[in-house]
């Protein structure tokens, strides 16, 4: 399996603009999740999902901020519009089924730099 | 009480030392503690993990202690070598909603 796929790998754009990071989890796992990393932050949980409903969306920091996963094999986290605050590392990760509890998988990133 | 606190925020080790990176928790309801290793441009991967009911479990050269009555658990990197410099995160999840709180974790740097 190819592990989680995020794309694209690095984003620039300017303040006010929209963004849309994607991400494919491994086939077969039930749960995803979008991190946000930065250096002040670490690691937060914004949002996740299983078997493609939204589960707890509490750490989306607001509305600017939406996450969809339409089908088992995609999900897509956009802003709009973009401020230069939002620059981080966003991760997806995936996760088999609850029998793999705090077992996340993860992707390699989108490294997002707001202009 | 979601919260996973973690120190050091960096550690400098000579090699063959033994890191030590602490975690605490205050929510009781975790009954899951993973520990996640970071390399530069790459995404955190599970590295090792404990559940509450046992105080000691070891892979390799990684150890974790976990100390329930205080509510702190740690990573003990027994002769640590420069390959082992990445950031670790300690981290905590519930088995009733499945998502893991992360602490904000530490830069390991094993000087050769």
């Known amino acids: 399996d190819a592990g989680v796929i995020q794309s694209p790998r690095h984003e620039v754009t300017e303040m006010g603009q929209e963004v849309t990071l994607r991400c494919k989890p491994i086939?077969?796992?039930?749960?995803l999740f979008w991190y946000r990393q930065t250096m002040m932050r670490g690691l937060e949980l914004l949002i996740y999902?299983?078997?493609?409903?939204?589960?707890?969306d509490s750490g989306m920091p607001e509305d600017r901020f939406s996450a969809k996963m339409p089908n088992a094999s995609f999900s897509t986290l956009k802003i709009q519009p973009s401020e230069p605050r939002d620059s981080a590392v966003y991760f997806c990760?995936?996760?088999?089924?609850?029998?793999?509890?705090?077992?996340?998988?993860f992707g390699q990133g989108t490294r997002l730099t707001v202009v | 009480q979601q919260q996973v606190k973690q120190s050091p925020q960096s550690l400098i080790v000579q090699k063959g030392g033994i890191p030590i990176i602490n975690c605490a928790y205050e929510n009781t309801a975790f009954d899951y503690f993973p520990w996640y290793q970071q390399f530069p441009g790459k995404g955190p991967a599970l590295l090792i993990a404990?559940?509450?009911?046992?105080s000691e479990k070891k892979e390799g050269r990684f150890t974790i202690s976990f100390n329930k009555s205080a509510k702190q658990f740690s990573l003990h990197i027994m002769d640590s070598q420069p390959g082992d410099s990445a950031t670790y995160f300690c981290?905590?999840?519930?088995?009733?909603?499945?998502?893991?709180?992360f602490g904000k974790g530490t830069r390991l740097h094993i000087l050769p």
């Open positions: 086939s077969g796992h039930d749960y």
């Open positions: 981290a905590a999840s519930m088995n009733r909603d499945d998502k893991i709180i």
């Open positions: 999902f299983n078997n493609n409903v939204p589960i707890d």
């Open positions: 990760a995936s996760n088999p089924s609850s029998g793999r509890q705090g077992e996340a998988f």
């Open positions: 404990i559940r509450p009911d046992v």
